[in-house]
């Protein structure tokens, strides 16, 4: 009985060891592919890093118009002349802006001025805090109770087409008043990432929440 037992000892002994180096082994593996994971994400980030700088400063340079809007409608609330001197202040921001796809003043959130108008007359008095989407109605009480600019993502415009649409409030010692509105033309935001170097290895793409592609700089097949 004694025999059996020593004989089982060495057999145990390497069940253990074997079990032991599997147990080191998979711990090691998994600390070497986070480590290579850690390591690749890293440099994917490095290489997009350059795409999200300057997409962020083409639409936060166009996002400047919104308080060139709003310091022009604060003096002008009442003037009985307020619409002939909206359109020629947005004309000549329109003019000086690229990728502007319209320009609105909403008093009470229902847009009344528009610019420029034609191609955009389905805009005057919808209310975008009775949008059926709710997306877009959450997107203007956002922009009416935290005072700052805010932008939705490329949603589908009433005239049609997508555009991001940015928000400003407009109050009236410190009683709300309105909204002044731009809508972004997508496409033309994206222009100068067509112009930025390519990222070697990777297919570039930008993406809203809902995974809608919204541009697309597929990389360069090498010959």
Same mark, same amino acid.
């Given at each position: ?8 000892l ?6 253990? &060891?074997?079990?032991?180096? /599997?147990?080191?082994?998979?711990? /090691? ?8 994971? /850690? ?6 980030t ?10 962020? @400063? ?34 000549g921001?329109?003019a000086?802006?690229? %990728? ?5 003043? &909403? ?11 034609? @191609?955009? !007359? ?18 203007? !009480? ?12 490329? !949603?589908?415009?009433?005239? %049609? ?6 928000r ?7 009683i ?14 994206? &222009?100068?990432?067509?112009? !930025?170097?390519?990222? %070697? ?5 930008? /993406? ?6 919204l ?9």
């Amino acid at each position: 009985m004694r025999s059996k037992r020593t004989n089982f000892l060495p057999l145990t002994a390497s069940i253990l &060891a074997l079990g032991l180096f /599997t147990l080191v082994w998979w711990k /090691t593996n998994l600390w070497y592919r986070q480590e290579l994971l /850690t390591g690749e994400r890293a440099h994917i980030t490095a290489e997009l890093a350059p795409y999200g700088n300057v997409l962020s @400063g083409a639409i936060n340079g166009k996002l400047g118009i919104l308080n060139g809007l709003k310091a022009f409608v604060e003096p002008h609330l009442s003037a009985p002349t307020f619409a002939a001197e909206f359109e020629k202040f947005a004309a000549g921001l329109y003019a000086a802006t690229t %990728g502007v796809r319209v320009i609105t003043v &909403a008093p009470g959130a229902i847009p009344r001025y528009v610019y420029p108008l034609p @191609g955009n !007359e389905s805009i005057i008095g919808h209310n975008p805090l009775q949008d059926p989407r709710p997306r877009v109605r959450a997107d203007a !009480e956002r922009a009416i109770h935290s005072r700052e600019i805010t932008i939705s993502e490329p !949603e589908e415009l009433r005239p %049609g087409g997508l555009g991001f649409v940015a928000r400003l409030a407009v109050h009236k010692e410190e009683i709300f008043w309105g909204v002044g509105t731009i809508a972004l033309d997508p496409e033309k935001c994206f &222009a100068r990432l067509r112009s !930025e170097p390519r990222p %070697g290895r990777l297919n570039a793409s930008v /993406t809203g929440s809902s995974w809608q592609c919204l541009f697309r700089r597929p990389r360069r097949l090498r010959r």
